[in-house]
Structures are given as structure tokens and as C-alpha cells.
């Protein structure tokens, strides 16, 4: 078993802020025995539109803000997921997940599945990520995959990090609020949780720039802790035992006829 934390805030444009925020959300979190704690996307850096300050502000994953993330973990003996805005070029930035444990970065996610939608473009200041084996982590006897906010809508991106042998899916969003949003997020998690048979974490951004309701669903979709609209942790208990339960009851995974694989244009 391992008590794992979704920690959700509203970061800002100010980054020593954010950071201080980090700082106390995983100490609580920690508090409460998780092991592992998973934070929003863009949890360092946020403002209210896609423009060139998430580019000015970015840095490279052996920038301040990665280190500081990190000797948090060292110190505290957790394993951190958080959404960087990492630099890549002149006018484009990657949407990053890092995963930091023992105060070393061990994975490294770049959103594949850019949010080009309900009147946002993403698109205009990142890059997307390439398609790619993924980076899992280890956590106590559980494998961890990463993926970002709007991956949610593509159920194969949830897949791939199955095939490589996820059992827990780490999903920081930053989903934007709107009409019916909360309704797509929190049916779409169960959905990824049910198909995979696997344990989802998912760490939203709160208002004024993500919709909320952070939780943590086991592998038949239930909801095992959540987290309202303000800023809060949600943690709870994941166990082995239940995750081999519900794959030998409904055995998706080991009954399907189809594979993924990468489409690149």
C-alpha cells in the first residue's frame, strides 16, 4: 500500500509564490504519510492567457524552480509530480511534467496533445512533445505515468503509459473552466480509471484559471478522495491487492484485440 496526495492550487505569474505554495502543499501532504504528490500543470508559472510571458519565465529542467522541487523531495523523502513551463526555443516553450525523487529528476513528460480548443491556442507559444516511450516512475511497488490536461481526451495517450506498465496515472491539469468542463473532466477520469483498470491521480489548477475537483480514483472508478473548488489536498490509500481484484474481475486489458501505436505526421 502507498498513501498518495493530489494537490490542488491557483498558481500565478509570481514564481517565488507558487514555490512557497508547492513548498507548503507538500509538507501537508507529507503530513498525512503520501508518498507520492502530484501538482497542478504550469503549477511554477501561470497567468491568465497564452502569451510571451509563460515563454520569458521558462527554464530549463536544470533551472531554479526544478531544483528547488527537488531538494523539497530529497528532504522530505517523496516523490513530486509538477507542471514546469521548460524552455525550447526563442518564441515556444514545452509543456513539461518533471517527476523528482530523492532530490534527482527520474522522468520527464512533454504534453503531447496541445490545447487547441474551446477558443484557446495553445499552439501559440508551445511545442508539442513527440510521441515516446514513456518515462515511468517507481513508488513503493507501484509504476507511475505521466500525462497533462487535455492527453485526458485521448484515451490512447492513457494507454500507452498501460502498455508500458503504469499502474497509477499522474494527470496535472490546468482544465479550463467553461460550459459542461467539469462534466468532461471528472466522466473522462473515470473513464481512463475504468478502461485501464489502473489508479488515476489528477491535480487540477483552481479558479480563477482551472475548473477544480481534483481527486484520486481507483481502477473501477470510484472516487477515493476529491477536492471542491478551493485550494486543497486530496489523499488516499492505494493498494495492491484491490488493483490485482478489479484486473482479474474485469481483465480489459488482457482481453483486447487492438494496440497502440505513434501517428506522426
Not at 482551472?210 to 481527486?215: E, F, I, K, R, T
Amino acid at each position: 500500500m502507498v498513501v498518495v496526495a493530489a494537490a490542488q492550487f491557483a498558481p500565478t505569474g509570481d514564481k517565488a509564490a507558487n514555490l512557497d505554495e508547492i513548498d507548503r502543499l507538500v509538507r501537508a501532504a507529507h503530513s498525512r504519510g503520501a508518498r507520492l504528490i502530484v501538482l497542478p500543470e504550469y503549477a511554477v508559472f501561470t497567468v491568465d492567457a497564452m502569451d510571451d510571458r509563460f515563454v520569458e519565465s521558462a527554464e530549463p529542467l536544470d533551472g531554479p524552480s526544478v531544483q528547488q522541487i527537488a531538494r523539497l523531495s530529497a528532504e522530505l523523502d517523496v516523490t513530486i509530480v509538477a507542471g514546469i513551463n521548460e524552455t525550447a526555443t526563442d518564441d515556444r516553450i514545452y509543456n513539461t511534467l518533471i517527476g523528482v525523487q530523492s532530490g534527482s529528476l527520474r522522468s520527464v513528460y512533454r504534453k503531447v496533445h496541445l490545447y487547441d480548443a474551446f477558443g484557446y491556442r495553445e499552439s501559440d507559444r508551445v511545442l508539442a512533445g513527440d510521441p515516446q516511450n514513456p518515462e515511468l516512475l517507481e513508488v513503493d511497488g507501484f509504476t507511475v505515468g505521466m500525462q497533462t490536461c487535455y492527453d485526458l481526451r485521448f484515451p490512447e495517450t492513457t494507454r500507452t503509459l498501460v502498455d508500458a506498465g503504469a499502474n497509477v496515472v499522474a494527470l496535472p491539469a490546468e482544465w479550463v473552466p467553461g460550459p459542461l468542463k467539469e462534466f468532461h473532466w471528472t466522466t473522462l477520469l473515470k473513464a481512463r480509471a475504468i478502461e485501464n483498470t489502473v489508479y488515476v491521480i489528477a491535480a487540477d489548477q483552481c479558479a480563477p484559471t482551472g475548473a477544480g475537483n481534483s481527486m484520486v480514483l481507483d481502477p473501477m472508478g470510484n472516487t477515493l478522495a476529491g477536492v471542491g473548488e478551493a485550494t486543497g489536498i486530496a489523499t488516499a490509500t492505494l493498494d495492491a491487492e484491490r488493483l490485482a481484484h478489479v484486473r482479474a474481475v474485469n481483465p480489459a486489458l488482457s482481453l483486447r484485440r487492438y494496440r497502440v501505436t505513434p501517428w506522426n505526421e
